[in-house]
């Protein structure tokens, strides 16, 4: 476990803001985990429990105690014909994980390749891409309940999964830390998952036949020509959701606007594409300052280089009034606000 006071937050969130911890702590293993939550300027002083940083908006700096997720490990747990069960530590990058599951002709993982973030966060909000989330090989994960100090294991119905969503972001917001994660990933009879047209597409153009591997190819490259290198320019991904609505609304909506994409729910709400919304409300490429929303999707706001946390999120404010006064929709952040 190792401390330091005043650091600088800057390598910790893929927006590269520079805001400072005023304690700032290094969880290496799940020993530290456990030490930590007794510590006197531990978990009773925590503010901010930080992950990749890959889906957060620091918008001030951060009193108190930040406790960094850095253990890691990944073992085969369970093993049969036609599955294994892989555990990954909460701390162990998800693309690199993705890519060894890929390279071990793994099936379940592949859509999910170059997402950014850790293993740890990826069930809180139920990551997805390409048509597959990953509650699609979830089997379990352990979490580490900070008011009874022990580790309890979970399924996908207690994690209860939804779209960008799970209980870690309600009922158990703040009342612990996931440890690991188990997925279950097949070794044959691979369900592929190829239907985003995209990803055919790319496939076609390679003239190869969808497999685990160049599946996990594809996504990578469509990422790559889409979504900005967080290293290069800083981002967080999608910075909005993707609204859901009532059909009529979508209908009366398409009228106006033949051109919206939309995709039906099974809830019978229609979701429809925040990313297409801020295009015609005439914010893609469009940069004020140091900020604006990325030129190849629009759906990403990106920081050129120096912008704090709050002229990030004054022009994700201003990217919404007009998208709301243009089309009546109030987009909702998908990233969280911190402080
Ligand atoms: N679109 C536009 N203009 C844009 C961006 C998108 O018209 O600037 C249109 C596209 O043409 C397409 C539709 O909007 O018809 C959807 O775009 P895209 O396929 O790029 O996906 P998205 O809905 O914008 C979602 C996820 C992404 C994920 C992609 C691919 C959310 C909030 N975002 O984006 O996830 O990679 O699908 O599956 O659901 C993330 O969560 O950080 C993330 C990147």
């Not at 908006?57 to 599955?83: F, K, N, Q, Y």
């Not at 979504?227 to 909005?240: I, Q």
Request: charged share 20%; net charge negative; aromatic share 8%.
């Amino acid at each position: 476990m190792i401390w330091e006071s005043n650091a600088s937050l800057a390598p910790y969130n893929t927006f590269g803001i520079d805001a400072k911890a005023e304690r700032l702590v290094h969880l290496e293993s799940e020993a530290d985990v456990a030490a930590y939550a007794l510590h006197p300027d531990g978990l009773a002083k925590q503010t901010l429990l930080l992950s990749g940083g890959s889906n957060m908006l620091l918008c001030a700096d951060v009193p108190g105690t930040t406790a960094r997720i850095a253990w890691t490990g990944r073992t085969v747990v369970r093993e049969t014909e036609d599955h294994v069960w892989l555990e990954v530590a909460a701390g162990e990058s998800w693309h690199e994980t993705v890519r060894f599951s890929v390279q071990a002709h793994w099936g379940g993982l592949q859509n999910l390749s170059l997402i950014p973030g850790l293993v740890g966060a990826a069930p809180v909000q139920n990551i997805g891409a390409y048509g597959v989330e990953l509650a699609d090989s979830f089997d379990s994960l352990r979490f580490f309940d900070w008011t009874r100090q022990e580790i309890r294991t979970m399924d996908a119905a207690d994690c209860g999964f939804g779209y960008r969503d799970s209980v870690f972001k309600k009922q158990l917001k703040g009342k612990g830390v996931i440890l690991s994660v188990t997925f279950r990933l097949t070794k044959r009879d691979h369900r592929l998952q190829t239907s985003y047209g995209a990803i055919q597409d790319a496939l076609a153009s390679a003239g190869v036949a969808p497999s685990v591997e160049s599946i996990s190819d594809a996504v990578m490259a469509i990422r790559q020509s889409k979504l900005p290198d967080p290293k290069v320019l800083g981002n967080s991904g999608s910075f909005f959701k993707n609204p859901a609505l009532p059909a009529q609304e979508v209908t009366a909506l398409a009228e106006l606007h033949p051109g919206l994409p939309q995709y039906p729910q099974a809830d019978g709400t229609i979701k429809v594409a925040a990313g297409w919304l801020i295009e015609h409300a005439g914010w893609k490429g469009k940069r004020v300052g140091n900020v604006g929303m990325h030129a190849q999707q629009a759906l990403v706001l990106v920081n050129y280089g120096g912008a704090s946390g709050p002229e990030l999120w004054e022009h994700a404010q201003r990217v919404q009034a007009s998208v709301f006064e243009q089309f009546g929709i109030q987009l909702e952040p998908e990233v969280n606000l911190i402080g």
